[in-house]
């Protein structure tokens, strides 16, 4: 890279970084979690304009030596996000003593994948070369009852945080939910893409790494925990962040060439640094932290990618994909919750939180890479995750104005991932 181009570079991250920056700023005003604003801001607007609306102006603002660096640091930013949000996913027992969690957790994961099913099924008799991936039809359909199914644990944290509701009954149930929602979501992703990538071999080798993953992480869990880590984690932090770090980017290497998706390579880390230790928390937060301020070039270069030579959003199939996601997510989970012996406030606040899907890009960007889905349906299906996270508060606030209990604000937890 000559020096010419590397400035050129360096100056469109900083515009990348400003505009992320005014985009969480955006939507923090009008009451949204950031993540909203960056990729309304990195994802859709921007790109649109550069790849859609003007796409004379990329060539020259954006070359191919220029984006291409971009591209990699995006990519980078994201997996180095996706271990805080994998160290996240850890359960208490005392959670899952609570029989309302079995009843909430399969009122939103059932119909989810339910709608996410029908709606594959409904692309596919539409027969729309424009909405249909050239992917397998199982991996077509698995992909989308799991964007269905997925709620942003990250995003819900910190929405929970931000209304004091962390250590309510509602926030509670609906973390440990979306914990293990997303938990299956993700391991279908590794399905879905080893489905894409080579078909019955590609399944075999996607259920081989996630059979012996699991032994890996739970060895790797009881290494870290040791007092020797321990005490070298305590004295050195930021060289053990930095060993973190090319670790999460070399296992989301080795995950790509067996097959697989780079995040599985990160989730594969994050789960195996021990939960609940000090010292190691603080270099997680760290690399998660710098991934989360990457995040947003990935968006921009990822919208950008998607809009060249789109024709844009289908409004028809996106505002399908949101009625669904919206009635099967607070449907579903009011139902399930009633039935699980929650109160009617209760129960319809445990749908609205678990509709929240600010992350489910990840998964549309993995799926778009394997060929499972066309530039017209990801547009589509990033438009539902948008609206589906931004009518979370004010659904809240909705439900909030009638008396019921538990919604006296609660002193808050540390939220050790946030996404603001």
């Not at 994998?86 to 957790?105: P, V």
């Not at 078909?199 to 032994?215: E, Y």
């Not at 880390?269 to 939960?275: C, S, W």
């Amino acid at each position: 890279m000559t020096l010419t181009v590397a400035g050129h570079a360096a100056a469109a991250l900083a515009v990348f970084l400003g505009i992320a920056y005014l985009g969480r700023w955006a939507a923090r005003r009008v009451g949204q979690p950031g993540v909203v604003g960056e990729i309304a801001v990195g994802m859709l607007l921007g790109p649109a304009l550069l790849g859609w609306v003007w796409p004379q102006a990329q060539p020259v603002l954006l070359p191919d030596p220029v984006i291409g660096p971009l591209r990699h640091i995006g990519h980078a930013g994201l997996v180095l996000f996706l271990v805080g949000v994998a160290h996240e996913l850890r359960l208490d027992d005392s959670r899952l003593r609570d029989r309302a969690i079995g009843w909430t957790t399969l009122g939103t994961l059932v119909p989810s994948l339910a709608a996410g099913t029908a709606f594959a099924g409904w692309l596919v008799w539409y027969d729309r070369p424009e909405l249909r991936g050239t992917g397998p039809a199982l991996a077509f359909v698995l992909l989308l009852a799991t964007t269905m199914a997925v709620s942003a644990v990250p995003v819900l944290a910190r929405i929970l945080a931000d209304r004091g509701l962390t250590a309510t009954r509602a926030g509670r149930l609906a973390l440990t939910s979306a914990v293990l929602i997303d938990a299956v979501a993700w391991l279908l992703l590794a399905v879905v893409i080893g489905i894409a990538k080579g078909g019955a071999g590609g399944f075999a080798t996607a259920a081989a790494v996630l059979v012996l993953g699991v032994p890996a992480t739970t060895l790797g869990r009881r290494l870290l925990r040791t007092r020797q880590a321990e005490r070298f984690c305590a004295r050195l932090p930021w060289l053990v962040a930095v060993m973190l770090g090319g670790c999460v980017l070399g296992a989301a290497a080795m995950a790509e060439s067996w097959g697989l998706t780079a995040i599985f390579g990160a989730f594969v880390v994050g789960l195996m640094i021990p939960p609940g230790s000090p010292h190691w928390d603080a270099p997680v937060r760290w690399v998660s932290t710098l991934g989360l301020w990457l995040v947003p070039v990935f968006f921009v270069t990822t919208g950008l990618r998607i809009w060249t030579g789109s024709t844009g959003i289908p409004w028809l199939v996106a505002t399908l994909a949101t009625a669904l996601a919206v009635l099967s997510k607070i449907g579903g989970g009011y139902v399930f919750s009633r039935w699980g012996g929650e109160r009617h406030a209760e129960a319809l606040r445990l749908g609205v939180l678990l509709n929240t899907r600010g992350t489910e890009i990840v998964l549309l960007q993995a799926g778009y890479s394997a060929g499972v889905l066309t530039s017209a349906l990801y547009l589509a299906l990033v438009v539902m995750a948008v609206i589906t996270t931004a009518m979370t508060g004010p659904l809240l606030s909705v439900i909030n104005r009638y008396p019921t209990a538990d919604v006296v604000a609660a002193p808050q937890e540390d939220q050790r991932v946030t996404t603001s």
